[in-house]
């Protein structure tokens, strides 16, 4: 079976397709670089020994994608390809509209046009309005910035999509807080400056490249004081990608999940935790809130469970070994090797 992964080259795409070729599967990367680079893929052929068949495409290019799908038998699209910074989302929300919102309907459009149906879409818990106690589906739905937005419209778009025709057949993937890397520290997360998210933020300081760590808030209503939230290992969402693929080739309609856990940790927690597997110490000062940070969020995961018979295996232990290895052995992510190339 052939799989097309839009954004196949950043974080979540990579550690996806390598699960997807573990598994059997035949794939097509289109990749703008946008966020990423090439390595990764080469990394994933010398960890697999496959190759995966790579398009240097943009999604806001019609004719490129329909160029892909002419020359290729398509089975099915995993689509990650988006812009992902809430704070850029709010410098420049028109570039995010466009990107993410428009490119999800060439995408759709052209799948159309080939008559292919099956999609399982990266989208995010930002989703969600709510942040108290475990977040199911059905909780409300409504997003405070331009990037949560793109992720609703075109969860809309895709339902629109299925009444329009009952052929289709669509997980949407409400990811929590990915986390972590592969076990052999080839593959990884690359932030492009200074890391906005914790765990990036962490093991830069761990390893000496930042001073300390700024904890936002630590008066929230927790145990600690400090933000609780859903960290998932990036293979576990990977993993929960072939159980999305598994059940759109099976079935049609339109659905969301939650890619959770189901336990919240909190920022402290995850210091505590890093610092013991790392055995490095993590400076950090408390500072005010992040606007827009909400105290809780966690995932209730259990209709994942249910119908994608998927479940997260791996705990804050392995996510923080991984992301410390990860980071140990690329001090500077992908990019020393990509100036060599
Ligand atoms: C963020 C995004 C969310 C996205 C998710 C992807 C925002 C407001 N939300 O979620 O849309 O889907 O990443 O993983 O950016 N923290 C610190 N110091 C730091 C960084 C973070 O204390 O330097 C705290 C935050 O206040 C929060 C927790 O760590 O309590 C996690 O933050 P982060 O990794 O940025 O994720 P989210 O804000 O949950």
Redesign the pocket.
Known sequence: MVILVTGGAGYIGSHTCLELINAGYELIVLDNFSNSNIVPLHRIYEITGKHIKFYHADLLNKNSIEKIFMENKIDAVIHLAGYKS??QSVQSPLSYYHNNVTGTLFLCQTMQKFNVTKMVFSS???VYSINEGAISEDAQLGSSNP??RTKLMIEEILKDLYVSDNNWSISILR?F??VGAHSSGRLGEESNGIP????P?ITQVAIGKLEQ?????GDYPTPDG??I?DYIHVMDLAAGHIRAIERVMTSTGVKAYNLGTGNGYS?MEMIIMFSQVSGRKIPYTIVDR?P??VAV?YADPSMAKRELFWEAERGIEEMCEDAWRWQLINPSGYKEIVRKI
């Open positions: 809430v704070g995010s818990a930002t990037y949560g990811y807080n990915p906005n998210n914790l765990m933020y760590l700024q904890i936002f808030g400090t933000g939230r920022v992040r827009g940070d969020c």
